[in-house]
């Protein structure tokens, strides 16, 4: 975990409020990214707004040492970035767990709107066999859909309006738990609390990287918490540093 | 650069405020907790807090508002797990002790009293607990209450920290000291809200939080000015801190040190940028020790 100052290299508007910012990064913090680590990026050009915004990363490409980042335009902070003066970023990365791999062969990714983005740098990070479930509010927030068809073998595609894929829920369509070595999942939390329920009585280990209102992003603060499962109750954990990635039954929605 | 409050040398001014600075190990990464002036570390009551629900953060204009709410890992745990990992630290180290009532406070540094810890931070101030914290703070006699009782079971220097949501911030300073405080740190939050216009609610699920950030800087100068009119004690001084100019502004309003929290938070390294703004500042204004700028206060009459 490093934090730097970088220039923006590029940043296109890919869909409906959806963004890919493109940054450079070194090599010495590239090589220590794991798929599923995030990004937390200081507002640029505002003292007003003091905190960072967490972004986890879509992708990264070590022959060109850049970071790829695709967010949702949300709030004042993230329409910041599209301001032409706004060409230096104050970057901490990589922060967080990432997923583990534990060599699983066989993979199901589950990702409902931008939460689909950790999952890429899944796919490109690993040589595993996958097959992926999106869900996507409609047409135009769609994002990554060819990435995935190319290097999965079967891709579900559902949306909220039927507009693109199938309408309903990336969970109606999870079918054959049983071929796979694990599950990961992001997305919206009623999404996660679908899954966990589905799978609710079965071994196969799921995890699911989760969100939260962030301050440090390094363990300082305590803010970003998520309940998380233990003997007796439920534990405070923190999503930063305990997190993003959490065992998906563990998790207390 | 270096300082003393109540007979303990600080290598330089500047100490990582309580609540955002975890107990310092997670910043070793960025640099050495060592080369901090001292560390408040954050609060600890007798046994495990889980803390409040989430959202706990808003960030708002020039600030941000927490409603955290104490989460820690309780004293037993504190001794045997992290206190080991810290304690080769040489920066001062301040235990900030908290609790519901009167006897957890006393329980908590009677656990801390033997440990490798150099002094005492009295949290009667934290906004976000029902019962304890803030409701201490607010009140003179209950301030001077547990100020007295708590400088009795202490064997380390006892530094109260106050609140800022008083009327009179000179009178709860003039009661804490009376009442025995070897020091004040001021100012903790200001009580705060944020809300979401769209969905009608609040944004913390606390409903309220405590604001800090460059936001209250010029409440919390005033306060530190008018308590240092007001007590002979040290005091040390916080509130929006983020630069090493903020800190000289602290120290010439009558602190002896500072303490910096939102601002780490938004950068780890904020800290150290700060210590060597300040001994820039220093070195600028020909100071042969840093201690010749609090109280220097010039006042037109």
């Known amino acids: ?253 | 650069m270096s300082v003393k409050i109540c007979g303990i040398t600080f290598k330089n001014p500047v100490i990582a405020a309580s609540g955002t600075f975890a107990f310092g190990k997670e910043f070793e990464i960025f640099f050495d907790p060592s080369k901090l002036g001292g560390i408040a570390l954050k609060a600890l009551t007798p046994k495990e807090r889980r803390g409040n629900p989430t959202p706990r953060i808003a960030e708002t204009p020039s600030g941000m508002l927490n409603s955290v709410g104490l989460q820690n890992p309780g004293i037993a745990a504190f001794k045997k797990d992290i206190l080991p990992l810290i304690s080769a630290y040489s920066s001062v180290k301040i235990a900030n002790i908290a609790g519901m009532y009167v006897e957890d406070y006393i329980e908590v540094i009677e656990a801390l009293n033997e440990c490798a810890i150099d002094m005492f931070e009295l949290n009667i101030s934290c906004p976000n607990v029902k019962q304890g914290g803030v409701q201490y703070g607010t009140d003179m006699k209950a301030a001077a209450d547990i100020t007295h009782k708590a400088k009795v079971a202490a064997k380390k220097p006892l530094i109260v920290k106050l609140t800022p949501n008083v009327a009179n911030i000179s009178d709860i300073a003039k009661a804490v000291e009376d009442a025995g405080a070897d020091a004040i740190s001021l100012i903790n939050t200001l009580t705060g809200m944020a809300i979401d216009a769209k969905k009608r609610s609040p944004i913390l699920a606390n409903i309220t939080g405590g604001l800090s950030g460059p936001a209250i800087k010029p409440i919390a100068l005033r306060m530190v000015y008018e308590a240092y009119n007001a007590v002979k004690i040290p005091l040390i001084g916080m509130g929006g801190i983020m630069s090493g100019v903020d800190a000289a502004e602290f120290l010439i309003a009558g602190a002896s040190a500072v303490m910096v929290g939102t601002a780490s938070i938004a950068d780890p390294h904020a800290c150290i940028k700060i210590i060597d703004e300040l001994t820039t500042f220093a070195h600028g204004e020909k100071l042969n020790n840093i201690g010749q700028l609090t109280g220097s206060l010039k006042v037109r009459k």
């Open chain 1, 1 to 253: 975990m490093k934090s730097f100052l970088t220039d923006v290299l590029s940043l296109k508007k890919i869909n409906n409020g959806i963004y890919e910012l493109l940054f450079f990064c070194p090599t010495e913090i590239l090589k220590t990214f794991r798929p599923g680590q995030f990004a937390h990026i200081k507002i640029p050009q505002s003292d007003a707004m003091l905190l960072r915004r967490p972004f986890s990363i879509h992708g990264i490409d070590q022959t060109k040492n850049t970071v790829s980042i695709v967010y949702q335009e949300v709030g004042e902070g993230t329409r910041r970035f599209m301001e032409k003066k706004s060409r230096t970023l104050d970057v901490l990365m990589p922060l967080g767990n990432g997923f583990t791999m534990n060599n699983y062969k066989k993979i199901l990714l589950v990702g409902g709107g931008i939460g689909i983005a950790p999952l890429h740098s899944v796919l490109q990070q690993s040589s595993a066999c996958f097959d992926a479930l999106l869900g996507y509010r409609g047409k135009e927030y769609v994002f990554d859909v060819d990435c995935f068809v190319e290097r999965c073998r079967n891709v579900i595609i559902t949306s909220d309006d039927g507009s693109i894929g199938q309408k309903g829920f990336t969970t109606d369509y999870l079918t054959d738990i049983g071929q796979y070595d694990a599950i990961f999942a992001c997305g919206p939390r009623p999404m996660l609390q679908a899954l966990q329920r589905k799978l609710d009585g079965r071994s196969i280990p799921a995890y699911a990287s989760l969100e939260e209102r962030m301050g440090c992003g390094m363990g300082g603060c305590a803010v970003c918490v998520c309940k998380i499962r233990s003997e007796t109750d439920y534990t405070y954990k923190k999503v930063c540093t305990e997190g993003p990635v959490f065992d998906l039954k563990e998790v207390d929605f």
